[in-house]
């Protein structure tokens, strides 16, 4: 079958479907995307490029939608399967084709992944039932991930009894990585993975090579596109993009770490590398690697939803009870803004990132920055799609940093993501 990562080359036909009797033509090329010209924002926009095999996955615009919610009863609180299916068809109506998942996300865990594959089935139904000869025929490009737990790397990072050897070490991360990804990619019901990343670093610096090996090999044998990464420091990001590629000859299409107006830790940490001390939007734009921007909206703190009294259920209360307060200036800031630009506060706080994304890459690149917020229905889907089309000036880029910069709170990270001088890190 053809490598192609169109969404429908990874799906089976099952009997009886609507796909059934379609073309094989048909059935490659993807989810069809019915647009009628002029009624779009995202038609200025310049495609993003993740590296990878085939000559990579084409976004055709900088900007995803993340998953982590789909599935989800402990964290995000329940949203609907059909909730969910409306957000990913208002997303492919203004573009946005990638879909980042994981296979820690939902409850149980797994859940998300599953969704991410039954909708995807579904919506390219859809679209391919009502899509006219003409209609533009872009992927549904679908991310996930593998998460380097501690008893599944146990063979390295927690050998303190020295029980396997250094092969027998390595050999053990390799059958995890693999087993996830197959695991994965029947969940999704796909026949390969456009990114498949790493969710977090391992415990000790060196620890990751196995793992890395092991998503090399993965590549090679087609079984995904593009390798990524996520939480990644700017020492380790470097370290990782240099093995892959000396080593194993595998560019590093992306590295998936938390970027918002709340958390500019890309723009202002440098590497602590004694030779060199660029940040990661410095070391990204020189190496051609992506950034995949998580929680861009500060987990809904930047769309002005919530307020004092008027707080998210379950996890998230006590965190936005303890910032919501803190974050009025910067709110302040992008209701100007928003009112001026006739866009959702959300679009402001995404369209930062982009903007500053592009703003490190310089000249006529793309942006480096690709946000991915969340979505659990078609009107969330549709104010993220407002950062589409326009770029903030730098008058407002400054205005929005001085306002960020009063306020005094801050999303939390792992810790492993920071930058540090110990032990490789």
């Given at each position: 079958?053809?490598?192609?990562?169109?969404?429908?080359?990874?799906?089976?036909?099952?009997?009886?479907?609507?796909?059934?009797?379609?073309?094989?033509?048909?059935?490659?090329?993807?989810?069809?995307?019915?647009?009628?010209?002029?009624?779009?924002?995202?038609?200025?926009?310049?495609?993003?490029?993740?590296?990878?095999?085939?000559?990579?996955?084409?976004?055709?615009?900088?900007?995803?939608?993340?998953?982590?919610?789909?599935?989800?009863?402990?964290?995000?609180?329940?949203?609907?399967?059909?909730?969910?299916?409306?957000?990913?068809?208002?997303?492919?109506?203004?573009?946005?084709?990638?879909?980042?998942?994981?296979?820690?996300?939902?409850?149980?865990?797994?859940?998300?992944?599953?969704?991410?594959?039954?909708?995807?089935?579904?919506?390219?139904?859809?679209?391919?039932?009502?899509?006219?000869?003409?209609?533009?025929?872009?992927?549904?490009?679908?991310?996930?991930?593998?998460?380097?737990?501690?008893?599944?790397?146990?063979?390295?990072?927690?050998?303190?009894?020295?029980?396997?050897?250094?092969?027998?070490?390595?050999?053990?991360?390799?059958?995890?990585?693999?087993?996830?990804?197959?695991?994965?990619?029947?969940?999704?019901?796909?026949?390969?993975?456009?990114?498949?990343?790493?969710?977090?670093?391992?415990?000790?610096?060196?620890?990751?090579?196995?793992?890395?090996d092991a998503l090399a090999e993965a590549y090679?044998e087609g079984l995904i596109r593009c390798v990524?990464?996520?939480?990644?420091?700017?020492?380790?990001?470097?370290?990782?993009?240099?093995y892959l590629r000396q080593v194993h000859e595998?560019?590093?299409?992306?590295?998936?770490?938390?970027?918002?107006?709340?958390?500019?830790?890309?723009?202002?940490?440098?590497?602590?590398?004694?030779?060199?001390?660029?940040?990661?939007?410095?070391?990204?734009?020189?190496?051609?690697?992506?950034?995949?921007?998580?929680?861009?909206?500060?987990?809904?703190?930047?769309?002005?939803?919530?307020?004092?009294?008027?707080?998210?259920?379950?996890?998230?209360?006590?965190?936005?009870?303890?910032?919501?307060?803190?974050?009025?200036?910067?709110?302040?800031?992008?209701?100007?803004?928003?009112?001026?630009?006739?866009?959702?506060?959300?679009?402001?706080?995404?369209?930062?990132?982009?903007?500053?994304?592009?703003?490190?890459?310089?000249?006529?690149?793309?942006?480096?920055?690709?946000?991915?917020?969340?979505?659990?229905?078609?009107?969330?889907?549709?104010?993220?799609?407002?950062?589409?089309?326009?770029?903030?000036?730098?008058?407002?880029?400054?205005?929005?940093?001085?306002?960020?910069?009063?306020?005094?709170?801050?999303?939390?990270?792992?810790?492993?993501?920071?930058?540090?001088?110990?032990?490789?890190?």
């Amino acid at each position: 079958m053809d490598s192609k990562l169109a969404f429908l080359v990874k799906l089976p036909v099952l009997p009886g479907s609507s796909l059934a009797g379609a073309p094989r033509s048909a059935r490659s090329l993807g989810l069809c995307l019915t647009t009628r010209s002029g009624d779009v924002a995202y038609a200025a926009e310049k495609p993003v490029l993740l590296a990878g095999r085939n000559g990579g996955v084409q976004l055709r615009v900088p900007l995803g939608l993340g998953a982590w919610s789909f599935g989800d009863r402990f964290y995000w609180g329940s949203s609907s399967e059909e909730d969910n299916t409306d957000a990913v068809r208002e997303s492919l109506r203004n573009g946005v084709t990638l879909i980042d998942t994981a296979e820690v996300y939902g409850t149980p865990p797994g859940r998300s992944e599953q969704l991410v594959g039954r909708i995807g089935r579904q919506v390219t139904e859809e679209v391919l039932a009502n899509a006219g000869p003409d209609s533009p025929l872009p992927e549904i490009n679908v991310a996930t991930k593998y998460a380097p737990f501690p008893w599944r790397t146990a063979g390295l990072s927690l050998n303190l009894l020295g029980w396997l050897s250094r092969p027998q070490r390595r050999e053990t991360v390799r059958r995890s990585v693999l087993g996830a990804l197959r695991a994965s990619m029947r969940r999704l019901g796909l026949e390969n993975i456009d990114l498949y990343q790493q969710h977090w670093p391992a415990f000790v610096g060196e620890n990751d090579e196995p793992i890395w090996d092991a998503l090399a090999e993965a590549y090679h044998e087609g079984l995904i596109r593009c390798v990524g990464v996520s939480n990644f420091s700017p020492s380790r990001l470097l370290k990782c993009d240099t093995y892959l590629r000396q080593v194993h000859e595998v560019p590093l299409a992306s590295n998936q770490v938390q970027w918002s107006l709340l958390h500019r830790d890309p723009e202002t940490v440098r590497c602590l590398d004694a030779t060199d001390d660029r940040t990661l939007c410095e070391i990204c734009a020189d190496r051609g690697i992506q950034i995949l921007a998580y929680s861009p909206l500060a987990q809904g703190l930047l769309t002005g939803r919530y307020r004092k009294g008027r707080l998210p259920s379950g996890v998230r209360k006590r965190l936005a009870a303890s910032l919501v307060e803190r974050v009025d200036v910067l709110l302040s800031e992008m209701e100007r803004i928003a009112a001026k630009r006739q866009v959702s506060l959300a679009a402001v706080a995404l369209n930062y990132v982009i903007t500053a994304g592009e703003m490190r890459a310089a000249g006529e690149k793309p942006t480096i920055a690709i946000p991915i917020p969340g979505a659990k229905n078609a009107w969330q889907a549709q104010q993220n799609a407002q950062a589409l089309g326009w770029r903030l000036d730098l008058d407002e880029m400054t205005k929005l940093r001085r306002a960020a910069d009063q306020v005094d709170a801050k999303l939390p990270s792992i810790p492993l993501a920071r930058e540090s001088n110990r032990r490789g890190l």
